[in-house]
């Protein structure tokens, strides 16, 4: 729940009237939270590191970077902050790249205003605000794990390997675990970029979560 007596809220969107009209959604969801507002990475980033963030709502396409910048911003910081990503793309890669980030909610920016503040006001009821095309997106990826892992055709030592590497673990110590050399590793890495149609790491802990051998949170 929302510590929300003299919290703050933050704002990150580049168009100005969609700011605004994200303002008006927080207002009214949360009437006393503090407003704070950006319309680049760069001025969430100095926000982030001025205040303690409540309520952060996100947008990912910014003119100087991408919102998920900010996202691991808060995520790393001490103060605990509920991140909603406010957006216009509803595609698997941006929806699991922010919740993967620490994100909690994921809505698209072309609903009316009435949902948009239903669904921050249900923050405090411990429901997460995530749009019906989000919701459905996370139902048909855990629903379709099993079968995605089947379809890959990913041999058991490369799932292994996909798992490690998607973890963060370094060749080196997936080689050890795994009691093989890190050119054999390496070799099995490849093999995976060439099945799963990839091309690097990101890429590859995305699927990794795709196909169930990983967390996407």
Not at 151 to 178: F, N, P, W
Request: aromatic residues 6%.
């Amino acid at each position: 729940m929302l510590p929300l007596i003299n919290g703050n809220a933050l704002i990150v969107e580049d168009n100005p009237d969609t700011r605004d009209w994200l303002v008006s959604c927080v207002n009214a969801a949360f009437p006393e939270l503090h407003m704070h507002t950006a319309g680049d990475v760069k001025e969430g980033q100095a926000l982030i590191a001025r205040y303690n963030i409540d309520l952060a709502v996100i947008d990912l396409g910014l003119p100087d970077g991408s919102g998920i910048e900010l996202i691991k911003s808060l995520a790393l910081r001490d103060y605990a902050s509920y991140i909603v990503v406010a957006t216009i793309y509803d595609d698997d890669k941006n929806l699991f790249s922010a919740l993967k980030a620490g994100a909690k909610g994921y809505i698209l920016k072309d609903q009316d205003r009435e949902r948009i503040v239903s669904y921050l006001k249900g923050i405090n009821k411990n429901r997460p605000p995530l749009s019906a095309a989000s919701s459905r997106r996370l139902i048909e990826h855990f629903n379709s794990k099993g079968d995605a892992l089947g379809q890959s055709q990913l041999t058991a030592r490369e799932s292994e390997v996909i798992c490690l590497i998607g973890k963060g673990y370094s060749v080196e110590d997936a080689a050890a675990l795994l009691h093989l050399s890190p050119d054999t590793v390496k070799g099995y890495i490849k093999s995976i970029y060439t099945k799963l149609g990839i091309g690097n790491r990101a890429e590859l802990t995305l699927e990794a979560v795709r196909l169930g051998l990983i967390d996407s949170v």
